[in-house]
Nanobody
């Protein structure tokens, strides 16, 4: 089983909303800082939002006020609520798990496609 599995992507019209989920199969989820990244063809992967083990959050300027990152440690799951979506939000969205200790493994999901188009 893949350590991180994203879901919730799809096609949505501009102004619409989507909620992405990232389910972790490893048991010490609360020892990982979690991130959402996105990537479009020909561009580098960019950080969209991050949530620390203690719940502190950070966002890219391009999504502030529109996206909300959250986590449920009891369910080993992270979420990204995306509102007021724009065509420029179209990308493959990846979740990333950064361990609190360097000796622990680092995980990436395989991504979920989000397309914002009329």
């Amino acid at each position: 089983q893949a350590p991180l599995v994203e879901s919730g992507g799809g096609l949505v019209q501009p102004g619409g909303s989507l909620r992405l989920s990232c389910a972790a199969s490893f048991s010490i989820f609360n020892f990982y800082h979690m991130d959402w990244y996105r990537q479009t063809p020909g561009k580098e992967r960019e950080l969209v939002a991050a949530i620390a083990t203690g719940g502190q959050t950070n966002y890219a300027d391009s999504v502030k006020g529109r996206f909300t990152i959250s986590r449920d440690n009891a369910k080993n799951t992270m979420y990204l609520q995306m509102n007021s979506l724009k065509p420029e939000d179209t990308a493959v969205y990846f979740c990333n798990a950064r361990p609190v200790m360097a000796s622990m493994p680092h995980y990436w999901g395989r991504g979920t496609q989000v397309t914002v188009s009329s």
